[in-house]
């Protein structure tokens, strides 16, 4: 089904078609994976996982704004040692890769999920450096350029799979974050995480979200992800994900001109999770419209003056 | 991606009824909720406290109810509340039962009775016959069993208590299986515990009958997005609550078995 219209890979990952599974979505068992996949992910993203468990925050968790979500979930996961098994066994049913996202508080952290979540068989690990509402990891690692080189660098020397690193918005210039990632050895960039955020109630007079902030995702920030892609896309030569608001093959299309060589898809579930299925099949008439042989043909060519 | 449903809202309790030692009945005003089907859920907000996932009991003129029972630091604040305090509110959200008519059963255990009575009130003037299988623990803790008694036929309602206070003193399971036995039925609904509704699932499928069961999960999101009240391939706030009998197939490792911890991690029903 003109899977070599659709079919792609970059950082060392074959992926059947450029769509993939975001970090944080349905991410914790194979059932989950497998029925994404059925509905025409390319690749999975799993929930960040830690060294230990880690039960989130109390509810509300999560805050529907005018054209977006604001969510602080607070990085609830089961702990690597536990996960594994998981991991393990998603990767006997899934035909696809599994990109495990890892989440620490210190560059030891990060390398040692990395390490446990190869060892178990992900093809990949994704760093979140970008949680945008956990104090001590994520964005305080992703805005500071040189802690986040040493995690990479750490990271690099435990794992021979690719490591994808998933900046943060939240920063003046992402276009830094993205070279010290890259210098210290990622193999691709996710584009971006969410954008720090907050909801308040009017009637109470209170912050709505047990975290009181959160990070808003959906097609509020499309935007500014499709922006943050184009910025280092201009400046680099990285394998870029473009996340970020993508709702329909429109928005995809429009990530790999910015320079994206594929696009994780989230908050677009809440629609349906046959998203994929609909995303992929408009990129792919796209293409052929355009009379592309394939979609990598089409990545960055916004860029051309 | 963005529903009306899912803007959070505030409210006021209007009233509030004791149902039982452990349960109470909130009525609030909400023009959205009270057009849920029975089977449906919201996402009831205790400011400053927690947000969880509630039947909804009862919807119409503008009007909802939900019975709570006290089970933890949530349910506890939200017993606590009195008439015009202020909650907020999302949903409602998730499937809802289908509207079966001819014979049809209902089984409930514990508060899951609370959208079952809903369904028989929607039910009553539709069916050819609505029966009703109750248990608890113990007499104190029946619900709603007058306001059944309304709706079906006083013959059609056996009640069961562990402890013997009221009604059989068995597990519901034991006079459904002789109704089951004796009697035919085109559709059977259930919610109650996990365990329960396994159980009674085993006994429809041995006698191959309809069976649509309204399960329940740690929820957050609500909206099928954050995954933690999967069983099976199945989001249980957007695929369900409401499962049938194919489906229930599908989910029968986890069914009454494992469930999603607030870690995400596999534990015991």
Known sequence: MGTNLLSTSFAGLELPNPTILASGILGYSSESFSRVVKAGAGAVVTKSVGIAPRVGYPNPTIVQSRSGLINAMGLPNPGIETYVEEINFSKTILTVPLIVSVFGYTSEEYAAVSKRAVDAGADAVELNVSCPHVKQTGAEIGQNPKLLSEIVENVKAKINKPVIVKLSPNVTDITILAKAAMEAGADALTVINTLKAIAIDIETLQPILSNVKGGLSGEAIKPVALRCVYDIAEQYKVPIIGCGGVSNWHDAVEFFLAGASAVQIGTALADDVEVFGAVTKGVESYLRRKHYANVKEIVGLAHRK | ?269
Not at chain 2, 116 to 142: C, D, I, P
Not at chain 2, 257 to 266: A, C, N, Q, T, Y
């Open chain 2, 1 to 269: 991606m963005l529903t009306a449903n899912n803007n959070l809202r505030t409210t006021q309790l209007i009233r509030i009824q004791t149902e039982s030692p452990t349960v109470k009945t909130f009525t609030f005003t909400d023009k959205l909720c009270s057009k849920a089907n029975p089977g449906q859920f919201l996402m009831l907000w205790i400011p400053g406290i927690d947000e969880i996932p509630l039947s909804i009991m009862n919807a119409g003129n503008d009007l909802v109810s939900v019975s709570v029972k006290m089970i933890g630091d949530a349910t506890r604040h939200m017993h606590a509340l009195e008439t015009g305090a202020t909650i907020g509110l999302r949903g409602p959200f998730g499937n809802s039962f289908t509207e079966s008519r001819g014979r049809v059963l209902l089984v409930g255990g514990g508060t899951g009775t609370a959208p079952l009575l809903f369904l028989a009130n929607r039910l009553a003037s539709k069916t050819q016959r609505l029966s009703f299988v109750e248990g608890a623990k113990t007499k104190n803790e029946l619900l709603f069993v007058s306001a059944l008694d309304g709706i079906c036929q006083e013959k059609n309602i056996i009640t069961t208590t562990e402890d013997g206070t009221a009604g059989l003193q068995c597990l519901v399971t034991v006079p459904l299986a002789k109704l089951l036995d004796e009697q035919q039925f085109d559709m059977i609904y259930t919610c109650g515990p996990e365990v329960m509704v396994k159980k009674i699932f085993e006994m429809t499928e041995q006698r191959k009958l309809p069976l649509e069961a309204s399960l329940e999960r740690l929820m957050r999101c609500g909206i099928g997005l954050c995954g933690s009240c999967m069983i099976g391939k199945y989001r249980v706030c957007r695929d369900g609550p409401v499962f049938n009998v194919a489906q229930l197939r599908e989910m029968k490792a986890e069914l009454g078995v494992s469930k999603l911890g607030f870690d995400g991690s596999r534990i015991p029903v």
